[in-house]
């Protein structure tokens, strides 16, 4: 079994979608970036491609490359979860966290779970997603950017 750590942050921005884990969250700000910018998925994608040692997600989507302009993350995890099968693994599965002052987030849970676990060809009950705030602390707190964390397993199947 291989263990990877992901962490990733941007900024809150007017006229933008606030996209997380694939799923479109209601709210008069989005996150800013080169691609849609989900924070969620790209923390995944760290924590994945960290369990297979295989990088991380700015060696294989650079924001340099207008290839990746506006790309979807949930079509960028589907391409990195082929990467860690083809490297020997499986996902075991995935535990991650958002930052995120406002808005709430317990109304997309289920459906940002749902479509990560579709992704990446598992069972729902593999796909923990939780949501905090930051206590009004920090560039969260003030409402300038959104944080997430992931951790993911991956199991070795080449044996």
Known sequence: MRIGFGYDVHRLKEGRPLILGGVTVPCDVGLDGHSD???LTHAIID???????????????PDTDEEWRGADSIELLRVVVSRVEEAGFQVGNVDSVVVLQRPKLRLYIDAMRIQLAVTMGVEIEQVSVKATTSETMGFVGREEGCAAHAVALLVNVSS
């Open 37 to 39: 910018a989900d924070v």
């Open 47 to 61: 924590a994945l491609l960290g369990a297979a040692a295989l990088g991380d997600i700015g060696q294989h989507f």
